[in-house]
């Protein structure tokens, strides 16, 4: 009587470990680096909105705001304030630190808008390089 026994040897599965182990080792940086890309890619496209409504805001008011704060809250209670500019709130950049804002700007800009990066500080490269609103490649 011949046995039924059906499955895999421990060395099969030691074979399949280990090729599941190279191609994770060889697809992973690669994925890592596109999460990275991708948060660079979501500061950018949140700079752009509070761009437009900094732009509102300027229609409205005849000025550029002297903090992001002015664009959710009208705290001098001034009758042309037709926000809230942005309904949600001034949102984090990527990395969960607050985007920085200075009026007027550097280099004759009405205003520099911009995210540290990763590190959260000023320079770096790759995911901790800042991202500015001023340089968009």
């Known amino acids: ?24 080792a060889l697809v992973g940086p690669s994925l890592f680096n596109k999460v990275g890309e991708g948060r660079i890619n979501a500061a950018a496209t949140q700079m752009s909105s509070m761009e437009v409504a900094l732009d509102a805001y ?30 949600k709130g001034i949102p984090k950049d990527p990395w969960g630190n607050e985007y920085q804002y200075k009026k007027p700007g550097r280099e004759g800009r009405d205003y520099d808008l911009y995210s540290f990066g990763a590190d959260g500080r000023d320079g770096g490269e790759k995911e901790d390089a800042d991202v500015l609103n001023w340089k968009t490649d």
């Open 1 to 24: 009587m011949l046995s039924s026994n059906k499955g895999f040897t421990l060395i099969e599965l030691l074979i399949v470990m280990a090729i599941l182990g190279m191609l994770a």
């Open 58 to 87: 300027r229609l409205d008011m005849f000025k550029y705001p002297s903090s992001l704060e002015a664009l959710v809250k009208n705290s001098s209670s001034n009758s042309k304030w037709q926000g809230p500019y942005m309904k």
